[in-house]
């Protein structure tokens, strides 16, 4: 197996057979060099012809990178007919994501609602068009807040944009820059920012009491992680994002 064990020497191998064994507790350090979870389904041998009153538990599962830590459970059972002796295998391995992987899926999601609020205030430019505002020069800021148990994003975003008539269409054409800070709850911080560019257009029809709205966003989310603690790390992300949208409605009178 690829898993092995670590005595006191800090020799390597891939299970310890003991000939006698002292009363009281031991801890095993286990080395994965991939399989960890394989071996646990086969229950593999870890110590063999302990004595029943020697433990042994697993010791804190070294780290060597990857999107996943363990906890790692030992079993025991009895070595064959002899009562007096017990062998140790490995039972359990329960994965879970380390902390800098969790920093880092929080910061996409919070880049993403960034994105989704940029998209929102376009769609109110539209309605503006359609409430009978004047087309020309618009500017925009707003910013707020998004956060939960694992981060917090504090964030700005500018929006400037030109509209004008084309036939029976208002179209226009605007830039968005958002810049957001991130604080992973005590675990690290980082940054998410955004710029894109979009393309707009209303139609109104007076005689059907209707509208049709289409939008096209395309643009860049990138930014920086620095995790802390336990797993420190850091990394920088990018990513091409677009979006499409296409909103039609109408107003019918009930009498």
Avoid: C, P
Avoid at 40 to 53: F, Y
Avoid at 125 to 133: I, K, W
């Amino acid at each position: 197996m690829n898993v092995g064990v670590e005595d006191a020497a800090h020799k390597y191998s891939d299970k310890i057979v003991l000939t006698d064994s002292a009363a009281g507790s031991n801890t095993i350090n286990l080395i994965n060099n991939g399989g960890l979870e394989e071996a646990a389904a086969n229950k593999a041998l870890l110590v063999e012809g302990a004595n029943q009153n020697t433990i042994f538990t697993a010791g804190e599962f070294a780290y060597t990178g990857g999107l996943y830590d363990y906890d790692v459970r030992l079993g025991v059972e009895q070595n064959g007919a002899d009562t007096s002796k017990s062998n140790w295998y490995l039972s359990s391995v329960s994965k879970y994501l380390t902390d800098n992987v969790a920093a880092m899926t929080s910061g996409n999601r919070a880049a993403y609602s960034a994105w989704i609020d940029g998209n929102g205030t376009l769609r109110q430019r539209l309605g503006e068009l359609q409430s009978g505002a004047d087309n020309g020069v618009w500017a925009r800021m707003f910013g707020g807040k998004l956060g939960g148990d694992e981060f917090t994003n504090k964030y700005k975003t500018y929006q400037i944009g030109y509209d004008a008539k084309a036939g029976d269409w208002l179209v226009g054409a605007a830039y968005e820059y958002s810049d957001g800070d991130m604080d992973y709850t005590g675990s690290g911080t980082g940054d998410n920012k955004i710029g894109a560019v979009s393309l707009y257009g209303t139609l109104h029809n007076a005689k059907e009491n209707s509208n049709l709205d289409i939008m096209l966003k395309r643009g860049r989310i990138y930014g920086h992680t620095d995790v802390y603690g336990k797993y420190s790390d850091s990394s920088d992300y990018s990513t091409d994002a677009t979006s499409i949208g296409v909103e039609y409605t109408k107003r019918i009178a009930v009498s």
